[in-house]
């Protein structure tokens, strides 16, 4: 051993004895010791508990009692509890956010506030293509959940989903964003974006808050894989993203519907190989499908058409098209550079208007 690592551990020896020599010989520090490790250790405490962010979200997770009326048969209505679920208050007014399938289908909603209130909603809109659906309440004054529509969900954030499991009361599981963009395989709209968590999402979770560590909303608990497919898994669920939740609540709310723009085409992003073939340099979508009458045939647009450009614009893929004809308005027209027939040509489109089926 070097004779400067024996001086190193000698001086650190001599300093380890004269502080406790000190704490022996001067009692009155006792105290000061403990309360400062107290304190510290309060610190560390404070800063992995995330009540802060609950008690500024959960107060505005409402649970949703779905329940419908039959006739029994000496002719008397009989209510019977048909779904279970939770919802956003969004507006202190009254407006609600759920999910559409919690609601569908009933006869009478009751919602229950946090403040154990109980009040009876009504429907002022519902969006199956985004299982959105949007509430109201007579009430005044209620707690809204906050949003910052300006802060991004991004994979690795932790998140807390807010809700009524099997109508235990409200509960608060926690996770972190799995993956964001989830669509394939589980909404044949093409219309979804899902954020995907391993925060726990059961029966009566639906409609409920996805909140971010600050406590602010990030997603609609919308469902489990379990519920989605015949898988039998753990650790995966799925929340509408606040983003898409607020434009289709905001249309909701002023139209009593969401409009979107329609073409009447299916299609699919053209494979590498076909691409390179017919000289594509961009992403072609091939046209696999065209509804009869619809404004694409109209246009003259078939199956096997590839589709290059949407008023000049280029698309990395066929959801983002879909997203880009939905959201022009009906009745606009739009041209569309296709190849037909080994030939770039231009079709001109007047878009129609997305039927809403439910």
């Not at 429907?123 to 009430?139: E, F, K, R, S």
């Not at 996805?210 to 894989?225: C, P, T």
Request: net charge negative; with cysteine; charged share 15%.
């Amino acid at each position: 051993m070097s004779k400067i690592l024996i001086a190193t551990l000698k001086a650190i020896g001599a300093g380890l004895l004269i502080g406790c020599l000190i704490v022996v010989l001067v009692p009155s520090l006792r105290p000061s010791i403990n309360l400062n490790l107290n304190s510290w250790l309060l610190n560390q405490s404070s800063q992995i508990s995330f009540s802060q962010a609950i008690r500024r979200a959960a107060p505005a997770v409402v649970n949703i009692y779905s329940i419908t009326q039959h006739l029994s048969p000496l002719n008397q209505i009989e209510q019977r509890a048909k779904g279970l679920g939770s919802g956003v208050i969004i507006s202190p007014n009254g407006f609600i956010l759920t999910n559409y399938h919690v609601i569908r289908g009933a006869d009478i909603i009751r919602v229950g506030i946090q403040n154990g209130t109980i009040k009876t909603a009504s429907v002022v809109g519902v969006d199956p293509l985004t299982d959105l659906a949007v509430l109201h309440i007579d009430a005044q004054g209620l707690p809204v959940i906050p949003i910052d529509l300006a802060r991004a969900t991004e994979v690795g954030d932790l998140v807390l989903a807010i809700g009524n499991p099997y109508n235990l009361g409200q509960t608060i599981t926690q996770g972190i964003v799995s993956a964001t963009g989830r669509n394939a395989g589980l909404s044949s709209s093409g219309f979804l974006d899902l954020i995907q968590t391993d925060a726990a999402i059961n029966d009566g979770n639906s409609g409920g808050a996805l909140i971010n560590s600050l406590g602010e909303l990030v997603g609609i608990n919308a469902a489990n894989y379990n519920s989605l497919t015949d898988v039998q898994t753990s650790g995966i669920s799925f929340a509408i993203p606040i983003r898409l939740a607020d434009t289709v609540m905001k249309q909701i709310i002023s139209e009593g519907r969401v409009i979107r723009g329609y073409l009447g085409i299916n299609g699919e992003a053209v494979e590498p190989v076909i691409a390179q073939s017919l000289n594509i340099s961009g992403i072609g979508i091939l046209v696999t499908g065209v509804q009869a009458d619809g404004p694409a045939a109209k246009a003259g647009v078939i199956k096997g058409d590839i589709m290059l450009k949407i008023n000049e614009h280029e698309f990395n893929s066929a959801r983002a098209a879909l997203h880009y004809i939905a959201e022009t308005k009906p009745g606009s027209e739009m041209i569309l550079t296709v190849v037909h027939d080994n030939e770039v040509v231009e079709r001109t489109v007047i878009v129609g208007e997305l039927p809403l089926s439910r």
